[in-house]
């Protein structure tokens, strides 16, 4: 059952990445504009009280940032996600579970860049494939250093027990 859940759940975040980069080019400038008004409104003292095209201007600043950081963390989390349905549901070699994770992850990148070339107002960027797939990497990194981090933890424990 939780192989499954985990499958389907990588799949659901697959389709949600898939529906994020189906939006029209004009409408996803808007959300990360929207983002970034609510960012400046959380983080930046006394926003409220600065004039509306100051705070224009400083959300349209930082809207290349929020993009950027989207696509790390979209990939990311498919990454740690790829990585336990390769941990849980495959016997490779520990470090083919690595790099399977990675590629798939990394090939799903490619696939949404392209994707994106076909959607209005949206193009597909070789430096937006490279951010995702390091984010991918160091989500399947955090991944497999967790499961050998407890796996050499557990192992301690185990021995410990079998001294007494």
Not at 77 to 82: E, H, R, Y
Request: hydrophobic share 50%; aromatic share 14%.
């Amino acid at each position: 059952m939780k192989k499954i859940f985990l499958i389907v759940l990588t799949v659901a975040w697959m389709s949600i990445i898939f529906f994020l980069s189906n939006s029209p080019g004009e409408e996803s400038k808007a959300d990360s504009y929207g983002l970034g008004m609510l960012f400046c409104d959380i983080f930046v003292p006394d926003f409220e009280e600065l004039p509306l095209d100051e705070q224009i201007e400083l959300a349209l600043k930082i809207d290349h940032p929020i993009r950027k950081c989207a696509h790390f963390f979209e990939y990311f989390v498919l990454g740690i996600l790829m990585a336990r349905v390769f941990e849980i549901c495959t016997k490779y070699k520990y470090s083919m579970k690595i790099v399977f994770s990675w590629i798939i992850s990394s090939l799903y990148a490619i696939s949404d860049e392209v994707h994106q070339v076909f959607v209005p107002g949206r193009h597909g960027k070789i430096g937006d494939i490279l951010l995702d797939s390091i984010g991918a990497l160091v989500g399947v990194l955090i991944v497999f250093l967790f499961s050998l981090l407890y796996c050499m933890i557990r192992e301690k424990i185990t021995e410990g027990s079998n001294k007494t």
